[in-house]
Every structure is written in structure tokens, then in C-alpha cells.
């Protein structure tokens, strides 16, 4: 037998010890012993270098990336003025300036070892099918290297934005796999709970998964996502429903807090915390002490609520950073969430990987004798290793074939007693 790729001495994700991982026709075909008198077209040594099936993003938005290249700067800072400078953009976007805005950080995506990935795209009368239409030929482009997701976005809301409802089902039949909502961005709380009911509407009509973007607020008093958690269980959709950002939540009481929390574990609510911009929007009005945003990440954990983390925001004008790096991310909802326990570090790395299939029901995410080869093997021994250096991906594996590799080389031109060599 003649393997296309041997892996020796990589440390699997949640593995004792090494294994030698063996690849042909683009499945594992064996673990721990290579099969005997088997030769590889590529041998690659991993020295006890640690690997992951895969990273999920489980939240971004790629139509809205790079666009702070010609965005007018957001001066307050805030989530309102960051969607109301987008408007002049939207109205001028084309889908190829779409795609092409959206290619160049899906190949970051997969050198990154991105495998699968969810973005939200803005539906609105504003820019009409034109994102949608753009990340749906972005997708196309990156078929055998990405599984990517999107989700239909009501930003500007539904019942508040005339026409809105009609294009989510429109785009909905043209590709887009899963169904958006913005409950909070509504006139009262009687339409936020119509915008639920109406995005659940919309799911049931395409047999679709949801994703809402809740309470992307410090007000304590946004009470959408107990909303969702009663419908989601109403309308029978439990493990099918995600709530990205939940900012209020960091606001809540304890005592309204836990109930919530138990409400989302009934519901089987799949939770996204976004530290990247929610640590850079939110709170932006307060005085000392400043309220900070990011979701309660620990006690939905502690709870046995599915949590994952997302990028959000590429250089738009939410957010100027961004590299779509899920060891980016994960350092970073390690300081938000005060997440420093070798234990936790562990958790957030599951966070980034495990948990966000989950979220996305992505199946199979695991690296067994006869799953797909995916496997991206990174720079470091351990999760602390990895998130403290945000380890280069050493290779990238991506259906049986090397699809990128970091081939890094520092060089040190100095001595210095008591330091090894570089
Ligand atoms: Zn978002």
C-alpha cells in the first residue's frame, strides 16, 4: 500500500503520548502504527508536535471584511455608528468586490486551518441580494479547501426594515444555509419577539438551522435571548439554534443570569462569545467602572451549555484588527474571560475546534481510522503553547492533501550566557 502523506510523532488533540498518522486516498487509514511495508509520497515529522482535526469559525462576517480600507472612521466606537457609516457602502457594493474582499480572507482562513466556517451576511433592502450573492461565489471558489456556511442577516431588523423578511427567504432558495436575526435591533420588545417568530417561520420553510446575532448590548434590561430559549424549544428546534455575542448577559443580575443560562441548556442553544469586538464596542458609554461585554463564558461552560468563539470582525468598522485566527481569538477570550487554569486553557481550546462543530454540526470533526484526513499540525507541544505564540500551523491537511504550511526561520545573531542556542 502506498500512503500519500505518513504524519510521525504528533501529539493528537485530547490523545496521550504520539502517534504516527497514516493517510491514503484522503482518509486516515491507520493510527499509532504505520501499516508495514507501506512506503509514503510524503513523510512529515512532527517531532512531538501537537494537532487538531481542524479550527472552527464559527462567526464572521465576510462581506463587511477589509472594508475599513474605505470606510470612514467609527468615532464613537459604538455598534450603532459602526453599522450607520456602512450604509453609503452597502448601497455601492458589487458582488465581484464582494467575492474578491471575502476571498482574500477565506485563504487566510485556510492557512490558518480553518475546515469549517460560518459567515453572516447582511439581507437588507439597503444592499439587496449583492453580499449574499458575493460570499455564495466566494464559497464556490474555495469548494475542496473550506466547508463554509452562511447565514441570512437582518442587521437593520425585519419588522422595522419593510422588505427584509421577503429577501431572506429569496436569498435562502439561491444558497444560503441558515437563517439570521437581529432581534434586539428592533422598535419595541413586542417586535423583537415577531423577529424571532418570524426567523423561526423562515426556518421551518427551508428545514434550516438559526443563528442570531442577541442582545448585542450592555443593557441589562434586553431580554431577547430568554426569548429565543422559549421558541427554540416551542418550535421543537433545540441543537439547531446559535446565539452569537449575548452581551446583555454580562449585564444581568446573578440570580436573572442563572435562569437564563438554564433556559439555553433546556433549549440545547448553541452560545458564541465574540471577545475581539465585544471588548472594543461594548461598554463605550459607561464611565468606571466600564462594563467589558464579552458573554458569561465560564458559567454557560459550567452549566454544560455548548460554547464556541468567533473572529466577527475583519477590518471593517466594528473592528480593525483581525486576522481570522482562531489561536488569535482564543488568547483573547482567555483574557476576557479570565480563563488561565491549565484546565480552562484546555476548555478554550475545545472552544475553537470540538464546540464549534458542534455549533455548526459539522460531523465526523475527529481524527479516526476512516474519517476524512483533515489535520493541522501546529508549532507548539500544548494549548498554552499554542495560544501564548499563536503557533505558525506547521502543516495544514485538508482531505488527505498538504494544502499550506508555515515554513518560519528565525535566526539569532547574538549569545547571551545561560540561553540555549536559537
Ligand atoms: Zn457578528
Redesign the pocket.
Known amino acids: 500500500m502506498t500512503l500519500d502523506i505518513l504524519v510521525k510523532n504528533v501529539a493528537l488533540w485530547g490523545v496521550e503520548g504520539t502517534r504516527d498518522v497514516a493517510i491514503a486516498q484522503g482518509r486516515f487509514v491507520s493510527i499509532d502504527h504505520s501499516p508495514t511495508l507501506s512506503s509514503s509520497a510524503v513523510t512529515l515529522d512532527a517531532d512531538g508536535r501537537m494537532a487538531v482535526p481542524g479550527f472552527v469559525e464559527p462567526?464572521i462576517?465576510l462581506d463587511k471584511a477589509l472594508i475599513s480600507e474605505r470606510a470612514p472612521v467609527n468615532i464613537s466606537g459604538t455598534l450603532t455608528e459602526a453599522i450607520e457609516i456602512l450604509w453609503n457602502i452597502k448601497r455601492n457594493y458589487t458582488v465581484d468586490e464582494i467575492a474578491d474582499r471575502a476571498s482574500r480572507v477565506l485563504a487566510q482562513a485556510v492557512e490558518n486551518g480553518i475546515s469549517g466556517l460560518r459567515t453572516?451576511v447582511d439581507v437588507d433592502p439597503i444592499g439587496g441580494t449583492r453580499p449574499a450573492d458575493g460570499l455564495i461565489r466566494a464559497r464556490e471558489r474555495f469548494r475542496d479547501l473550506i466547508d463554509i456556511q452562511i447565514v441570512a442577516f437582518p442587521q437593520e431588523g425585519i419588522v422595522k426594515s419593510p422588505g427584509t423578511e421577503a429577501l431572506m427567504r429569496q436569498v435562502m432558495k439561491s444558497g444560503v444555509d441558515v437563517v439570521g436575526g437581529m432581534p434586539f435591533n428592533e422598535a419595541s420588545p413586542q417586535d423583537s419577539r415577531r423577529h424571532i417568530e418570524i426567523v423561526f417561520d423562515i426556518a421551518r420553510q427551508f428545514d434550516a438551522d438559526i443563528d442570531m446575532?442577541v442582545d448585542?448590548t450592555d443593557d441589562p434590561m434586553a431580554r431577547t435571548l430568554e426569548v429565543l430559549a422559549e421558541l427554540t424549544i416551542k418550535n421543537g428546534w433545540q441543537g439547531r439554534v446559535t446565539a452569537?455575542?449575548t452581551c446583555a448577559l454580562a449585564s444581568y443580575p446573578r440570580n436573572y443570569a442563572d435562569q437564563v443560562i438554564g433556559r439555553l441548556h433546556d433549549a440545547n442553544v448553541n452560545m458564541i462569545a465574540?471577545p475581539a469586538?465585544n471588548l472594543m464596542l461594548q461598554g463605550r458609554l459607561d464611565d468606571y467602572p466600564k462594563r467589558r461585554g464579552v458573554t458569561q463564558v465560564k458559567e454557560l461552560l459550567a452549566a454544560g451549555v455548548n460554547v464556541a468563539c468567533g473572529q466577527?470582525?475583519v477590518h471593517d468598522t466594528f473592528y480593525p484588527f483581525g486576522q481570522n485566527d482562531p489561536l488569535e481569538v482564543a488568547f483573547l477570550l482567555c483574557h476576557a474571560s479570565q480563563m488561565s487554569q491549565p484546565a480552562e486553557i484546555l476548555a478554550v481550546m475545545d472552544m475553537v475546534t470540538v464546540n464549534g462543530a458542534k455549533a455548526l454540526r459539522i460531523p465526523d470533526f475527529r481524527v479516526a481510522v476512516g474519517a476524512v484526513a483533515d489535520l493541522v499540525v501546529l508549532d507548539a507541544r500544548d494549548a498554552r503553547e499554542a495560544f501564548a505564540t499563536r503557533a505558525p500551523r506547521r502543516w495544514v491537511i485538508r482531505k488527505g492533501k498538504l494544502i499550506a504550511e508555515a515554513t518560519l526561520e528565525r535566526r539569532r545573531h547574538f549569545d547571551i550566557p545561560g540561553v540555549s542556542a536559537a
Open positions: 462567526h462576517h453572516h446575532h448585542e452569537g455575542h465574540n469586538t466577527d470582525c
